[in-house]
């Protein structure tokens, strides 16, 4: 696109020194995503021979339901990878497909294997909603995994609005105040861990929730849930 045009310096003084700011800004955000992207390369570039390793193993292994868990694991993190070396490489990895929601959300309940945690999933209707199945299913699952790490009662509810659907996810924990709503989506950022020094994430779950819904045409919004926690809303377009 247009990234590349610097802006002229032309004008007053004033002007000049802006564009010469702003152009300045503009190469620290490109270096910084560079580097970004180049350190996801690699990570999932190493992830790969040991993943490669683990599922040769597990070939070697005599069938058990056990195994065919650790096996199903194995291979969605070889996709994962594989995806993410794909986004770095900047290629669209992904294809849109109508899928049948009740039945992905399902899917990735069924694959959350938490027993201190009751997840009840209402849909009254089928719908089929234009999706990317596996960036989708990785959003939903960062951000049941949040709701199951502050709270052991959580509601998926699925309401179909004109042009969209909101998948609403509720817990019963402590909830997101209104002030960190904006600042839970940023990188790394985490509200205070003294809260619960046994959820140890990196900060990363909701800013890749939010990217795979922006990267649909939608978005994630945080409210209050009625049950006392946090409700994440997901709104796709139709
Ligand atoms: N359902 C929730 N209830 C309360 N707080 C939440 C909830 N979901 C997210 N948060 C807060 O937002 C922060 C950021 O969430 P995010 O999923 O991005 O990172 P994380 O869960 O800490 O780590 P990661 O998901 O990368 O393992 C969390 O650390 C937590 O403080
Ligand atoms: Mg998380």
Same mark, same amino acid.
């Given at each position: 696109?247009?990234?590349?045009?610097?802006?002229?310096?032309?004008?007053?003084?004033?002007?000049?020194?802006?564009?010469?700011?702003?152009?300045?800004?503009?190469?620290?955000?490109?270096?910084?995503?560079?580097?970004?992207?180049?350190?996801?390369?690699?990570?999932?570039?190493?992830?790969?021979?040991?993943?490669?390793?683990?599922?040769?193993?597990?070939?070697?292994?005599?069938?058990?339901?056990?195994?065919?868990?650790?096996?199903?694991?194995?291979?969605?993190?070889?996709?994962?990878?594989?995806?993410?070396?794909?986004?770095?490489?900047?290629?669209?990895?992904?294809?849109?497909?109508?899928?049948?929601?009740?039945?992905?959300?399902?899917?990735?309940?069924?694959?959350?294997?938490?027993?201190?945690?009751?997840?009840?999933?209402?849909?009254?209707?089928?719908?089929?909603?234009?999706?990317?199945?596996?960036?989708?299913?990785?959003?939903?699952?960062?951000?049941?995994?949040?709701? %199951?790490?502050? &709270?052991?009662? +959580?509601?998926?509810? @699925?309401?179909?609005?004109? #042009?969209?659907? !909101?998948?609403?996810? /509720?817990?019963?924990?402590?909830?997101?105040?209104?002030?960190?709503?904006?600042?839970?989506?940023?990188?790394?950022?985490?509200?205070?861990?003294?809260?619960?020094?046994?959820?140890?994430? %990196?900060?990363? &779950?909701?800013? +890749?929730?939010?990217? @795979?819904?922006?990267?649909? #045409?939608?978005? !994630?919004?945080?409210? /209050?849930?009625?049950?006392?926690?946090?409700?994440?809303?997901?709104?796709?377009?139709?």
């Amino acid at each position: 696109g247009r990234e590349d045009s610097n802006f002229k310096p032309e004008g007053s003084t004033e002007i000049r020194q802006a564009a010469a700011a702003f152009n300045l800004m503009r190469e620290r955000i490109q270096r910084t995503i560079t580097q970004r992207t180049e350190m996801l390369a690699s990570i999932s570039h190493d992830l790969r021979t040991p993943l490669t390793r683990m599922k040769l193993q597990l070939a070697m292994i005599e069938n058990s339901a056990e195994i065919g868990d650790l096996r199903s694991d194995v291979e969605e993190m070889e996709n994962m990878v594989e995806e993410y070396l794909a986004f770095a490489r900047g290629e669209v990895a992904e294809k849109v497909q109508n899928i049948n929601l009740s039945r992905i959300l399902q899917g990735v309940i069924n694959r959350i294997q938490s027993t201190s945690v009751s997840i009840n999933l209402n849909t009254k209707q089928i719908h089929y909603v234009p999706l990317k199945p596996n960036s989708f299913k990785r959003a939903i699952t960062n951000i049941i995994n949040n709701a %199951s790490n502050y &709270g052991n009662q +959580i509601d998926i509810i @699925v309401r179909k609005l004109p #042009g969209s659907i !909101i998948i609403q996810i /509720d817990d019963n924990g402590p909830g997101i105040p209104l002030k960190d709503r904006e600042d839970v989506f940023k990188p790394f950022y985490r509200l205070d861990v003294a809260r619960n020094p046994d959820t140890g994430g %990196s900060g990363l &779950g909701l800013t +890749i929730a939010r990217d @795979v819904a922006r990267a649909h #045409g939608g978005d !994630i919004f945080i409210e /209050d849930s009625p049950n006392g926690g946090a409700r994440i809303n997901m709104r796709l377009p139709l």
